[in-house]
């Protein structure tokens, strides 16, 4: 079974900046279409940014100009800096496979704090 362990998150005021990791010790992201997540108190799971294998992004609008996706294939893991987050960035955040999902992580909470 595939393990994705996320990390980084933690408290930060409204302007702040966290850089979250995510790793696997599964199947190598190199050939797959990654994809952070996030839920938010009440709500259901988002997408919130994706990179394809060749490493093409796409962006939830509203983190847009804030957030960037990146990955190392050399080293494996999948990144999302966020920067000038908001408190309506509040929520867990997972990664996983875009489009043929393993089972969720534990995620990495994030609060933005006004």
């Known amino acids: 079974q595939v393990h994705l362990v996320e990390s980084g998150g933690g408290l930060v005021q409204a302007g702040g900046s966290l850089r979250l990791s995510c790793a696997t010790s599964?199947?190598?992201?190199?050939?797959?279409?990654m994809a952070w997540f996030r839920q938010a108190p009440g709500k259901q799971r988002e997408l919130v940014a994706a990179i394809t294998a060749g490493g093409s992004t796409n962006y939830l609008d509203s983190v847009k100009g804030r957030f960037t996706i990146s990955r190392d294939n050399a080293k494996n893991p999948v990144y999302l800096q966020m920067n000038s987050l908001q408190p309506e960035d509040t929520a867990v955040y997972y990664c996983?496979?875009?489009?043929?999902?393993?089972?969720w992580g534990q995620g990495t909470q994030v609060t933005v704090s006004s």
């Open positions: 599964g199947l190598a992201f190199a050939n797959y279409n």
């Open positions: 996983n496979y875009r489009y043929n999902p393993a089972p």
